[in-house]
């Protein structure tokens, strides 16, 4: 029950870029395009990932005192690694993100799953975590880079950094529309049965 | 706990260290190639006359300006008779963070072919408009020898010059505009140093 919570909080009920709203820095400024985000999407869920696991590998080892200095020397080597790995297989790909790669390490997403969750589970959960959080991060970003290149094309304002935040606005605005419309829908499965279960019992009287 | 931090930075440090040295030959080898790409675009007017040599190692006198790298590096470009243009790399160290890595394809009056910014951390939105992949200012070099302009109107706006200065971010163009004077007008005095003997 708890992994499919994990997942479904990750990837829909507390999306880190549709709820949560974390690492917005990142989601506006390099979702011009498709490459860029699926490029950055990648190294991020690879320090998520990452980060959630050794930090829930090291947590009986550090105590309050030390705690968060040691998780930000994991992050920041995580993404020194990233960086480094984009370079060496994607040079093209590390000159157009820019400053942006390295700045994986100031995104909260990481910093913040590390503190409200892999500090106090167990391994698996917490690189499960990493992998629902991050991926659900990805798909954002990379939704955002896929309708703000398609929109481009006709329209410059798309491409433009207002261009983000209206894009982001209308996937936000879409994904409460669809929530509030699942909601409404799990409330009316519960009161049929709860009306089946009224009749039910009513025929037997 | 002192102790236990420390460790965990030798650790991060460690694992850093290992990543860092298994990537570097394919990091310099992945560069070389961007550059060569660059090279290619920079140069392209020429490229229909000549052709690219090897880069040939130049020493330079102390009084060459700090954009120059010691020893330079000229890639000269060739046709059957000789050197018709070359490309040089060249810096600014005085961007708003870290240094500016600059490229140039002079033709044989000296006349500017080709300008980019091939490597810098500048702000993104303000400083990184140098880069191609923003705007094309860094283009509008373009067919300009040091000569064309008076001395005074080789930099930004702002300063009294020619060119556009980002509205906010001054610092990153003038540091290439500052460069490219510097640069320009030493091998303007001194065109014997890009002659490249082949």
Known sequence: ?205 | MTLRLAAFGLITSLFVGVIYVITKPLIIEAKEEARIAQLYALAKPLLSKGAIQTPVRKELPSSAPTSLERPLMITPITDSNGQIGSVIPFRSTEGYSGTIQLLIALDQDQRIVGLRAIDHKETPGLGDKIDTRKTDWILSFNGLSYEDLSPNDWAVDKDGGRFDSFTGATITPRAVVNALRDTLSYFNANPELLEVSL
């Open chain 1, 1 to 205: 029950m708890k992994v499919v919570t994990l997942w479904l909080d990750g990837l829909w009920d507390r999306n880190p870029g549709l709820i949560q709203l974390l690492g917005l820095c990142p989601l506006l400024a390099v979702s011009n395009t498709l490459e860029n985000a699926i490029g950055l999407g990648l190294a991020t869920l690879f320090v998520l990932v990452l980060s959630n696991a050794s930090v829930s590998l090291i947590r009986h080892l550090v105590d309050d005192a030390i705690r968060l200095p040691v998780f930000v020397l994991v992050i920041a080597a995580l993404t020194t690694c990233a960086e480094l790995l984009v370079q060496a297989f994607d040079y093209p790909l590390y000159q157009s993100l820019g400053i942006f790669l390295p700045l994986i390490v100031t995104n909260c997403l990481i910093l913040g799953r590390a503190e409200a969750l892999a500090r106090r589970e167990p391994f698996v959960i917490s690189t499960m975590d990493g992998l629902a959080q991050g991926l659900g991060f990805f798909l954002v970003l990379v939704s955002l880079g896929a309708l703000r290149e398609w929109a481009s094309e006709t329209l410059i304002l798309a491409a433009l950094p207002p261009g983000a935040f209206i894009a982001l606005g209308l996937l936000v605005a879409l994904h409460q529309a669809i929530q509030s419309k699942l909601k409404h829908l799990r409330a009316k499965v519960i009161a049929d049965t709860k009306d089946r279960r009224v009749r039910t019992t009513g025929d037997i009287s």
